[in-house]
């Protein structure tokens, strides 16, 4: 079973379908390609990971679609939440 999942090809973020350790190197599947990550820190069940380096201002993407935007610099195999991701849906207080 894979332990992180990426659905579409756009996506620059992996679902960990298990707990993650820090240190932990994992391969995860992306477009046929086998790519190495290793995880920065504890990942949860459910939760995101970085699968590429990030900067700050650039869309989150899972499931193909824009879900976010990065707050914050983020590299490869660390966390993706609330931390470091603010929404771009349902924000009345970002309306232009």
Known sequence: MQQLVVINLKDNVAT???ELKKDQELRVEIGGE???LTMKE???FGHKVAIMD???GQ???KYGEVMGTATADV???EHIHVH???SQRGRGDLAT
């Open 42 to 44: 504890d990942i949860r």
């Open 59 to 61: 869309d989150i993407i």
């Open 75 to 77: 590299f490869k195999g």
């Open 84 to 86: 470091n991701v603010v």
């Open 16 to 18: 960990a379908t298990r």
């Open 54 to 56: 990030l900067v700050k």
């Open 34 to 36: 086998q790519v190495v």
